[in-house]
Structure formats: C-alpha cells, structure tokens
C-alpha cells in the first residue's frame, strides 16, 4: 500500500509560478515510475508530465517550456515547477505512482487556480 499526499496548490495570476510535491510513503526510487496529471471540470484527466525509474521523462506538449517534473529519492518526494501559467492550467492536479507490479495509485490531488 502506497500513499501519495500532494501539496503546493493555489491560486496563482497569469504569468506566475507554483511548485507542487508529492509525499511518497515507500521509496520512491523502487517505482516503475511517477507522474502528474489534471482534470478540469467536464474534462477527462490528463496526462502532465511523467518520469521514470530510470529518469526518462514525458510532457504533455502543453506544458513543454514551462513545467519541470522532479523528484528527490532522498526525500521520497515527486515535484512539479510550474512557471508561466496560464488560465488554461487551472486543475486539480493528482500525483501518481506505478509499482514494478504495475498497479498504480494516486493522490487525493490538489486545486491549482490560475486567474487575474
């Protein structure tokens, strides 16, 4: 069992900037692999940004340039810089882990609002 706990969201104008974590309650250098996703209202999740066992890392074409995934294995934490949001960015934002079993598990997520 795996527990996932992100933290970082806001409200934040266009323009700025928010770091996301996610707390891991394993170690998180044992996962196949861990990502961020979002949901907006009327919308189906989608994928953000995702980096692997082995540092290989995906984004969605959306956030390329402005986003960063990272992790710190020290620390068992997963993280996501966000620079440059934009309206379009407002989400609930969920982190998510993929065990080498390959079940998944997820957060609780966290709101990110981005408006003036």
């Known amino acids: 069992q795996v527990q996932l706990v992100e933290s970082g969201g806001g409200l934040v104008q266009p323009g700025g900037s928010l770091r996301l974590s996610c707390a891991a309650s394993g170690s998180i250098d044992s996962f196949n692999s861990m990502g961020w996703y979002r949901q907006s209202p009327g919308k189906e999740r989608e994928l953000v940004a995702t980096?692997?066992?082995?540092?290989?890392?995906n984004y969605a074409d959306s956030v390329k340039g402005r986003f960063t995934i990272s992790r710190d294995t020290s620390k068992n934490t997963l993280y996501l810089q966000m620079n440059s949001l934009k309206p379009e960015d407002t989400a609930i934002y969920y982190c998510d882990a993929v065990l080498p079993s390959n079940r998944s598990y997820w957060g609780q997520g966290t709101q990110v609002t981005v408006s003036s």
């Open positions: 980096i692997s066992r082995l540092s290989s890392i």
